[in-house]
């Protein structure tokens, strides 16, 4: 059996972080399902930024063009057209898990990331647009982004919440969930909407990687990755959620995004080997993938209850990280990352169809 099928096994879900046009037609999304074990997707905006110059969506940014759309209308139109795609690929693990797994993802225009009622807005829009029970919206985990994610989920939306980085944003996050499946229940709506919360890995160790001594690079990751699994582990044995649980509702799933390992000199499945948990889903890019499919290991799965990694924190305070103040960092950066590459993305659309008239 080979490692992405045991890894399978072990019930954690196996997510690709990569679409394009090209893969859809080419059958590749197609392969990892059937040969992988890929049994959902990711996307955001550097994805679509690296991937429309390609030549493969020349043709579909012809024809919206001679429409009169805006740079933006014409990026959803495209995205929502491959992620339609995409969803009816994984369609059969959606209905077969009973909506569990089988989703894919489209993120929220990163401009609004500080304004809550234009992403509700936009979420709703989205949804309802791509018109596919397994399509989730992303919305990121900010402090503006939380009252977002509750009125979303409480209205039915799915939601990917994305850009967290330590257990506190992560507890911030379930609890918004929470209270939306709470609304639910107190109005007699179907409990069991789809979320999960992505928890960004790598980001981590790339951040402290000139700052630590050498022993204590590309651990910090591994680290955080094992606070948040425990917090985790404690909402879904939480009377609070056993409550809503007997209504019928479902876990948010935790999810391991940005499991890309960005050091040379470490393994390239680093974040794969060593986030092996169940009703978990770690999200990784074709390379990854192709590395752990290759000469992946899968690891002993997380403990419970954080286990021996926790008191490597202390470790990393000793040696001059403020993890609580480093995590808000990384979420502002995060956020205008994406932006940046939103803007990106948006001046390359304007470039193919300036070329193309």
Known sequence: ??????????????????I??????????????????????????????NAITTGDYDASIHTLRARGLSDEETFFELAIEDLQRAADLFAKTHECTDGVDGWVSLEVSPLLAHDTTKTIEAAKAIHARADRPNLFVKIPGTPEGLPAIEECIASGTPVNVTLLFDADQYRACVDAYLRGIERRVENGLDPA???????????????????????????LGLVIG?????????VIESDRFRRLANSGARMQRLLWASTKTKDPLASDILYVRGLVAPFTINTMPDTTLEAFFDHGEVGEPLPRDGGAYLAQLKQFADAGVDVQALALQLQQ????????SWNSLLAKIDSQKKSLH
């Open 226 to 234: 094992h606070e948040v699994y425990r917090a985790y582990v404690e």
């Open 333 to 340: 950066e995060g956020a205008r990352s994406f932006v940046d």
């Open 1 to 18: 059996m080979n490692a992405t099928a045991l890894l399978h096994q072990q019930g954690q879900s196996l997510w690709l972080d990569n």
């Open 193 to 219: 909407v789809g979320s999960v919360a992505s928890l960004f890995i790598s980001r981590w160790d790339s951040a402290v990687a000139k700052s630590v001594p050498d022993e204590m690079r590309n651990r």
């Open 20 to 49: 394009t046009r090209g893969m859809l037609d080419s059958g590749q999304i197609q392969r990892y399902i059937d040969a992988y074990s890929v049994t959902g997707l990711t996307s955001n905006p550097s994805i679509f930024d």
